[in-house]
């Protein structure tokens, strides 16, 4: 499968999708989407949580890498692919690659989870580590392209296939609940949020995204009007510690309707209610999309909002943050 985005094109990006699904179901989790009462309550909306944390190795990535991998050739398969990723990419490109019998390389950031290493060495990828910072990851791009000339570059989310990937996920969403008013995902590399808009917007839906304000490149991005670099990584959303690509930033300019920027103690406050309520462990970066809904309740009220729930890779050794928490937790 070969597509380009090009605004006015989106039959042949659903259609892309679709196809990707078919290619991909037999390895992935059609993960769960849950309901609660008492969040419903609390936001005044109906939320339905896809929980991509229930998906192989944690996290949405699986959907994308996988795509990504069945494209490759025999000669390509056999050549190896590697990556740079802050760790939930990376794992499921090791899972994936195990799955199919690839060799997988993955740099990553010193600062990464352990949890998240861990799931990376699980799958017997080879693992190098890098400082933390889009700089550090480019040069190790380049070191890998120079290492491993015959090898296949799989990028975290700049690259159709990983999109069309990612987008599988809000496509079984509005399956489950056709009657959405709405989705929120959140946006990191853009990868999620860029196949997620392509499917909202092929149904008429809005499409929302949340990131931590202390690393809003993103938010910043649609304000310019072209890719701002990525902020210092100083937010305790590790998985969206990057900045936009020239494949997923056209399709956030042309299909998301707003960027909701959340504070980390937002973050953290949305994190222990989805911990407590729904009973499901969630990473930081996902709770951002419950954090934008509590903090703009009165834009939601009464409407039925999809919310995809990234990953689940916490790291348990860094609890409890400290970060003050909000009166409604």
């Known amino acids: 499968m070969n597509w380009q985005y090009a605004a006015g094109s989106e039959a042949l990006q659903l259609d892309a999708i679709n196809r990707a699904h078919q290619l991909i179901e037999p390895f992935v989790v059609n993960t769960p989407v849950l309901q609660n009462a008492y969040l419903d309550e609390l936001s005044g909306a109906r939320l339905y949580f896809k929980c991509e944390n229930l998906q192989r190795t944690g996290a949405f990535k699986f ?18 692919v590697y990556t740079v990723s802050s760790g ?5 490109l090791a899972c994936a690659g195990d799955i199919l019998n690839i060799k997988v390389t993955v740099a990553v950031p010193r600062s990464a989870p352990a949890v998240k290493k861990a799931n990376i060495k699980r799958y017997r990828a080879q693992i190098i580590e890098i400082e933390p910072g889009m700089q550090a990851r480019e040069a190790a791009v380049a070191k890998l392209t120079t290492e491993q000339p015959d090898a296949t570059f799989i990028p975290p989310y700049n690259h159709e296939h990983i999109i069309a990937g990612q987008a599988t996920a809000a496509l079984e969403l509005i399956k489950v609940v056709p009657d959405l008013a ?22 008429g839906l809005p499409m929302y995204a949340a990131e931590p304000e202390l690393v809003n490149d993103a938010w910043a991005s649609l304000q310019s009007g072209q890719i701002e670099p990525a902020r210092s990584p100083d937010s305790i959303c590790d998985g969206l510690l990057t900045n936009l690509g020239d494949k997923t930033f056209p399709i956030i300019r042309d ?40 903090s703009h309740t009165a834009r939601f009220e009464g409407q039925p909002l999809g919310l995809i729930i990234s990953g689940g890779n916490v790291d348990i050794t860094r609890l409890p943050w400290q970060v003050e928490r909000l009166e409604h937790v």
């Open 182 to 203: 709405g989705m929120i995902a959140p946006v990191g590399g853009g990868g999620l949020l860029s196949g997620s808009a392509m499917v909202a917007h092929s149904q």
């Open 63 to 80: 959907r994308g890498a996988c795509h990504a991998l069945l494209q490759l050739t025999k000669a390509q398969r056999a050549a190896g």
């Open 255 to 294: 299909h998301v309707d707003e960027i909701f920027c959340v504070s980390e103690q937002q973050v953290v406050a949305a994190m222990q209610l989805i911990w407590q309520h729904l009973k499901v462990i969630v990473e930081p970066s996902s709770a951002t999309v419950l954090a934008a809904i509590l």
């Open 88 to 92: 939930n990419h990376g794992a499921a």
